[in-house]
């Protein structure tokens, strides 16, 4: 049996995203910056996908900016809002540890140019508080960047709180909300929400194709030089065909939200009742204020990249932590965020799941994870210390 449970990472394209694309790549190709038909028939579809984005979220038209994808959103969020801070000679920015790295490098960049980044501690919970945000905002605080959903062990964030704090402190608050759009409810008006970043292949659009929301009256500035595309905002010619997958896709997942949510919900929980079950395992993350298909568990006397490699010659794809580190040997500073030590971080396992997976494939994955464990475990001689009591258990 073949089983994609790496979800988080990247969906599948649906077939009303690619019929979508198709039109625009055969038929109307113009460039929409163009004045005659052809040109204007994709000028036409490109708003009307905007259109789409702009329902979706709960905002108008013009306050949606089309990008290449997430990382480029997050980018031109957070040095849009530094640089109106150092204008007005404000240059502390708030986050938390376990944001992703789009956002964590892009802070650690502004560090080197003056700014002062307080990130805030994640509880084990793998939640932050509205409390924590507000104890550390300061005088010459100009953004908070906290995100939606984490990348890897699924908590939801209270960021309609985090938002009404900032809007009252008249502070910018954008989030990276590229694994909660599709998945969860979103409205940036009821969330206070300034701006936001999305990517359109985290619920079955292309990959290559993200949104950038931006509240009216908020400065954002140009991260890509060129041309008067996206308002002036970003130069480049539109990517028409993978627009219009991913508008066909935000509109079907949000049609879909609430029977997608109540089916991954039953998978999710059978799969962390099933996997919990292994002796020294432990689920990573809030069990309730998490996104619907996301699963992240930890096995004691591991390594997370044997398990993968072994449940892949299974036929399930897995992850333990982000698609943007796989190639890292580090354990994943989400993990070590809620407190979770090295040894421990280093036998993870995040499964993500969609509305395609079965309950025929959780119950594969609920028989097989096991058989992997107890092999790796066999092999350990981290195991064997354990089991002879020369080592405690750090996962009762």
């Not at 030590?341 to 609920?366: D, F, Q």
Request: with cysteine.
């Amino acid at each position: 049996m073949k089983v994609y449970a790496d979800n988080a990472a990247t969906t599948k394209m649906s077939r009303s995203a690619i019929d979508a694309m198709l039109p625009y790549m055969e038929e109307v190709f113009g460039n929409p910056s163009s004045l005659y038909t052809i040109g204007q028939e994709a000028a036409e579809a490109v708003y009307k996908a905007r259109e789409k984005f702009a329902k979706a979220l709960g905002c108008t038209v013009n306050e949606i900016y089309f990008t290449s994808g997430g990382s480029e959103a997050d980018n031109q969020a957070i040095r849009s809002a530094a640089e109106i801070g150092a204008k007005r000679n404000k240059k502390h920015i708030i986050s938390t540890t376990f944001e992703h790295h789009a956002v964590l490098h892009t802070l650690d960049k502004l560090q080197t140019e003056g700014f002062d980044i307080t990130y805030l501690d994640v509880h084990e919970n793998g939640l932050v508080t509205a409390e924590q945000v507000a104890e550390a905002i300061r005088p010459d605080t100009c953004l908070v960047t906290i995100m939606y959903a984490n990348n890897e062990i699924g908590t939801v964030q209270p960021i309609r709180e985090i938002g009404a704090l900032c809007r009252e402190k008249k502070i910018t608050f954008h989030t990276d909300a590229v694994q909660a759009i599709g998945h969860i409810p979103v409205n940036v008006k009821e969330d206070n929400i300034d701006m936001l970043s999305l990517s359109a292949h985290k619920f079955h659009g292309p990959k290559g194709v993200g949104v950038l929301y931006v509240r009216k009256g908020v400065y954002i500035s140009n991260l890509i030089q060129g041309g008067a595309q996206e308002r002036g905002k970003r130069g480049g010619t539109e990517n028409v065909p993978g627009i219009m997958g991913a508008a066909a896709a935000i509109e079907e997942a949000v049609k879909n939200l609430g029977e997608n949510s109540e089916k991954l919900l039953k998978l999710r929980e059978r799969l962390i009742d099933g996997l919990l079950e292994i002796p020294h395992s432990v689920l990573n993350g809030d069990r309730n204020s998490r996104l619907p298909g996301n699963v992240n568990i930890c096995f004691e006397g591991i390594e997370g990249e044997s398990l993968l490699l072994l449940l892949d010659a299974k036929g399930i794809s897995a992850s333990s932590g982000s698609a943007c580190t796989s190639g890292s040997l580090d354990p994943s500073h989400v993990l070590l965020a809620i407190g979770r030590p090295h040894e421990i971080a280093h036998g993870s396992l995040r499964l993500s799941l969609s509305e395609e997976n079965t309950e025929e494939e959780i119950e594969y994955i609920v028989s097989e994870v096991p058989k992997v464990v107890y092999y790796l475990r066999n092999m350990s001689p981290v195991w064997r210390d354990l089991q002879e009591g020369k080592k405690d258990y750090v996962i009762q």
